[in-house]
């Protein structure tokens, strides 16, 4: 089942989940007080609701983390614009400049998705649609008509990233009243290699399933991409109006105004 964190004890779980994943498994570097907690935070998840994918049993075994109702094997951070306002801002402002993309639409309501993770046994399509149809309710509930978010590629060798990052470029451009470029101080070019020296088979097959996933809904990507060297990754801005969501996944998940 998919829920929202409810407490202190579930966002610490979250947090948990999230340096399993980030920093056991994958390779980003925590520093001591990260190290020494076993825990991926920041200033922002106090501000945050916690989607949670919780897998119902009563036999957990050591290196599962419990929560109520079972073990949790996913998560997804979801911010919401008014409580960005009020806060810490959005988190993918510090790469990429969504300022301008909110003056510019001053009636749309944004939710910034992030810290997305699964437990690698659970990297399977249920668990997926799962995390897809929390956040597709969450979006209807409270009525928000664009998620953006960064999403990564892992690594921070862009030559070995030209091929999935040009192929990006050259085919999810968003429209101009759309595009979000990365900040001039961290920004890497994309448009590394010409559409006709693309092999998009090799491309496609080197991009994440995260992002494979935004793309297959409708996303655009932003204009950009920027090395995180904390989590060893290239961020590129996913960029997902409600109104380009591709009609067809309305039959699975519930359309834009139908009631929870």
Known sequence: MARLATNASELDAAQHLRYQVFYQEMSAVPD???????????????????LLVVRQTTCLQNDMIAVDGGELVGTYRLLNQKTAEQSTGFYSQREFDLASLIKRKPHHNFLELGRSCVRKAFRTKPAVELLWQGIWNYVRLHKHDVMIGCASLEGVDIEELKAPLSFLHHNFQP????????????RLEIDLLASDQINERTAVKMLPPLIKGYLRLGAYIGDGAVIDCQFNTTDVLIILPTSAIDPRYFSRFGRPDDKL
């Open 32 to 50: 001591e007080k990260t190290r020494k907690a076993s825990r991926d935070t920041d200033e922002f998840d106090q501000q945050c609701d916690h």
């Open 175 to 186: 429209p101009a009243d759309w595009q979000v470029r990365a900040h001039t101080k961290c």
